[in-house]
C-alpha cells in the first residue's frame, strides 16, 4: 500500500506564486509516474503535469510555461512549483502516483489552491 501526502495549498493572488508538495511512503516501486491532477468546482478532474522515473515530463497545456513539476526520488517526493498565478488554476489539487509494474493508482486527498483576482 501507498500512502501520499499532500502540503502547500493556499490563498493567494493572480499573479503569484505556490509550491505543492507530495510525500508518498510505504510499498513504492522502482518505475512511478508521479503528479499532480486537479479538480474546479462542478468540472472534471484534469491533468496538470506528471514525471514518470526515467522518462519525460508532460504538462497540460493551460499550465505550460507557468508551472514546473519535479522530483526528488530520495524522498519519494514531487513538487509542483507554480508561478504566474491565474483565477483559472483555483481548484483541489490531487496528488498521483501511478505504479507502473503494477498498474495501479494511488491518489492524496487533495489541497486547495485559490487565486483570487
Known amino acids: 500500500q501507498v500512502q501520499l501526502t499532500e502540503s502547500g495549498g493556499g490563498l493567494v493572488q493572480t499573479g503569484g506564486s505556490l509550491r505543492l508538495s507530495c510525500a508518498a511512503s510505504?510499498?513504492?516501486?522502482?518505475?512511478?509516474?508521479m503528479g499532480w491532477y486537479r479538480q474546479a468546482p462542478e468540472k472534471e478532474r484534469e491533468l496538470v503535469a506528471t514525471?514518470?522515473?526515467?522518462?519525460?515530463?508532460n504538462y497540460a497545456g493551460s499550465v505550460k510555461g507557468r508551472f514546473t513539476i519535479s522530483r526528488d526520488n530520495a524522498k519519494n517526493t514531487v513538487y509542483l512549483q507554480m508561478n504566474s498565478l491565474k483565477p483559472e488554476d483555483t481548484a483541489i489539487y490531487y496528488c498521483?502516483?501511478?505504479?507502473?509494474?503494477?498498474?495501479?493508482?494511488?491518489w492524496g486527498k487533495g489541497t486547495l489552491v485559490t487565486v483570487s483576482s
Open positions: 498521483l502516483l501511478y505504479d507502473v509494474s503494477r498498474g495501479v493508482n494511488y
Open positions: 510505504g510499498n513504492i516501486a522502482t518505475i512511478t509516474t
Open positions: 514525471d514518470t522515473t526515467g522518462f519525460s515530463t
